[in-house]
């Protein structure tokens, strides 16, 4: 579906070249369910942008369904954009002012076929949330809200599902709702790339692609067996790291327990 | 249906902003309602004007005291004399119909306890000829009158009304300042004649007038009716020799009196409106460029505000163009919609100050409230532009991350 291959972007900041991607070459095959992790600034971010064709590489080839985006013109983009990508974001970027029904339509207002109602209510059908059509996002909790904002993301039906840290401003058990739509769009067969640093949401897609300083570290099949141990290393890095700081803890001053102090 | 869908989206999220948008438009507002109301005014000044300028019609030529040639001062030098008139009309016969001699004064009516004061017009038979104004009930003043110095009166419509009631006036006398008339004759109901309201105004032998009434040696004006109006210039040669020879003016030396026609006046007063349009219309268009950095301002707080709602548009599938026209669209509407609020309010002002001092005529012209409508649609789009351009050009992926 995306072929990327020698990848690039750099940033200007002041006099210094960011590289934030970095020779990638990354494979989507239809209907995988991808999960992108990597620390902050990894460049996880700009390969999804590049991908969502809201960004052009520096360098490189991005191929969509064969055709690479590189060669295409503001209007041919927005066009792919708005038939063939659905993004969810993080702060799921709602419009405030309007109902929730309207801001799943608003993709189709760019779609320029006949405008219906009928399939926005579909897509809030399709995330349970039809009962609330008319309530406006400062109405809704934030579960609701991504779930509105998943539901304008599939209404023209895409290939591709972008989400960038679906889960990231959710509680747990939200999150864990949320991610059940992304596994249930994924029967259907839709092609899902999930950016998320949180490795519990991670090692739940079928495939985890680990990044880091713009380059592909780790490109994983998950099974199972492979998710087991790759939570076994987490929660064993995990509670290390735990063990550190609590250490690092002890070792400042305003940690250290009133008699060492005295004895120091 | 795409531009449908973007304009409903306009109307909605500046029905979310109601407060912002109305100041948003003040500036539109109040250019646009100052340019009506004050077109209204100014039209219905006008129209009035040329009404009565047409009552008095186009074949007529009126003489004025003094000259008003020298840079449009007029020296009121009081010259013309009641045989004057006749001599206008024996020296051009073929092309003068009649010669209305005019002293305008002013006074005290009494019948009884009943006491009204009004204008007093001294003329001769010819006024009711010239101006087509006949008597309702009696006669009016005859040549016998006028070489006679008689002391008899002929009373305008209302005055008639006032004094008398539903009694028949001819035959009463009735005291204007203090001196007995007889009066003669009661006007018909005619309203304005030019400038003069008729109805309230009694009218007298021009001999009385200014032998027995006011004491006075010069007219005021005098009224020429010519043959037909396509001799008005040889009319005015006519009375221009006449007046020159019988007022004993050399050759070179300026005239003592002033002619006017109603092309004259007509002239004149387009003049008078068309600096009054030129003033009206940099003070309309001050108000427009204010109305138009207004609504840009606001626009670009709107964008400004909207980045990340810019930032999903375009993720989820709007082009640049796409952007460009929600705002330009955007800024339409609220310039169009203060353009139809202008000129509901200055149709509204306007009328309001006519009802208020019952003297204004208002007369508000089509074409400046398509006109209005139309610059208020030019202003949106050019105070548009650049918020609109901010707006297209702002990189999604920044926008969306925008706080």
């Not at chain 1, 998943?150 to 989400?163: G, H, Q, T, Y």
């Not at chain 2, 460009?324 to 509407?333: G, N, P, V």
Request: a neutral charge.
């Amino acid at each position: 579906m995306i072929k990327a291959a020698q990848l690039h972007k750099e940033y200007r900041m002041g006099d210094t070249v960011v590289h934030a991607l970095d020779g990638v070459d990354l494979h989507v095959r239809p209907g995988e369910f991808i999960s992108l992790t990597g620390a902050s600034g990894s460049g996880k971010s700009t390969l999804m942008h590049i991908f969502g064709c809201l960004d052009q590489p520096t360098s490189g080839v991005v191929a969509f369904q064969g055709e690479q985006i590189s060669h295409m013109n503001d209007k041919q983009l927005a066009r792919i954009r708005n038939q063939h990508i659905g993004f969810v974001f993080q702060t799921f970027n709602l419009i405030n002012r309007t109902s929730a029904l309207e801001n799943v339509a608003v993709p189709l207002v760019y779609t320029r076929r006949s405008f219906s109602k009928k399939t926005a209510m579909a897509a809030l059908d399709r995330v349970g949330l039809g009962a609330r059509a008319k309530h406006k996002p400062s109405e809704m909790s934030g579960g609701e809200c991504q779930r509105v904002a998943i539901a304008r993301a599939i209404v023209n039906k895409p290939l591709l599902l972008l989400a960038d840290e679906p889960t990231g401003n959710l509680d747990t058990r939200t999150g864990r709702q949320i991610m059940q739509i992304f596994h249930d769009l994924h029967s259907d067969g839709m092609t899902i790339m999930l950016v998320t640093h949180e490795i519990d949401v991670a090692v739940q897609a079928e495939r985890m692609i680990q990044m880091s300083d713009g380059k592909i570290i780790e490109d994983t099949a998950i099974d199972d067996e492979r998710r087991e141990e790759i939570l076994n290393v987490a929660h064993d890095e995990h509670a290390k790291a735990f063990r550190d700081k609590a250490q690092r803890g002890l070792r400042s001053k305003s940690l250290t327990p009133p008699a060492e102090r005295a004895e120091s | 249906m795409f531009h449908l869908r973007i304009m409903m989206m306009a109307l909605h999220g500046l029905r979310q902003n109601l407060v912002r948008t109305m100041l948003a438009t003040l500036g539109v507002i109040i250019g646009v309602g100052a340019v009506v109301s004050a077109v209204s005014i100014l039209q219905g000044a006008e129209r009035d004007i040329l009404e009565r300028f047409e009552s008095l019609g186009a074949d007529q030529i009126l003489v004025f005291n003094g000259s008003q040639k020298r840079s449009h001062r007029t020296t009121r030098k009081s010259s013309l004399l009641p045989e004057d008139a006749e001599q206008i009309l024996e020296e051009n016969p073929d092309l003068i119909r009649a010669v209305a001699p005019q002293f305008n004064g002013g006074g005290q009516t009494k019948y009884y306890e009943k006491n009204i004061s009004g204008a007093v017009l001294g003329t001769t038979e010819s006024y009711a000829l010239i101006n087509n104004y006949v008597v309702e009930h009696g006669r009016f003043i005859t040549p016998q009158h006028v070489r006679g110095y008689s002391m008899v009166c002929v009373l305008g419509y209302r005055v008639a009304e006032e004094l008398f009631g539903a009694l028949p006036a001819a035959g009463k006398t009735v005291k204007i300042n203090g001196k007995s008339f007889n009066v003669i004759g009661v006007m018909e109901e005619k309203g304005a004649l030019g400038f003069v309201e008729v109805d309230n105004q009694i009218i007298i032998p021009i001999t009385t007038a200014m032998g027995r009434m006011f004491g006075a040696s010069y007219l005021t004006m005098l009224v020429v009716q010519c043959q037909s109006a396509n001799r008005v210039p040889a009319c005015i040669d006519g009375i221009n020799k006449t007046l020159r020879t019988s007022h004993r003016i050399r050759a070179g030396q300026e005239d003592d009196f002033s002619v006017f026609t109603q092309d004259q006046f007509k002239e004149q007063l387009s003049q008078v409106t068309r600096l009054f349009g030129i003033v009206l219309y940099s003070i309309a268009g001050i108000s427009i460029v204010v109305g138009a950095i207004g609504i840009m301002n606001i626009m670009l707080v709107s964008v400004t505000e909207r980045t990340r709602e810019i930032g999903v548009r375009i993720a989820v599938g709007a082009r640049r163009f796409d952007i460009l026209k929600q705002f330009l669209i955007e800024a339409s509407i609220i310039s169009m919609l203060g353009g139809a609020l202008g000129v509901v309010c200055g149709w509204a002002m306007a009328n309001f100050l006519s009802e208020f001092t019952q003297v204004l005529e208002v007369y508000t012209p089509p074409i400046i409230v398509f006109l209005s409508l139309v610059m208020a649609a030019v202003v949106g789009i050019l105070s548009g532009i650049y918020p609109a351009i901010r707006a297209a050009r702002l990189d999604p992926v920044q926008s969306l991350r925008y706080e």
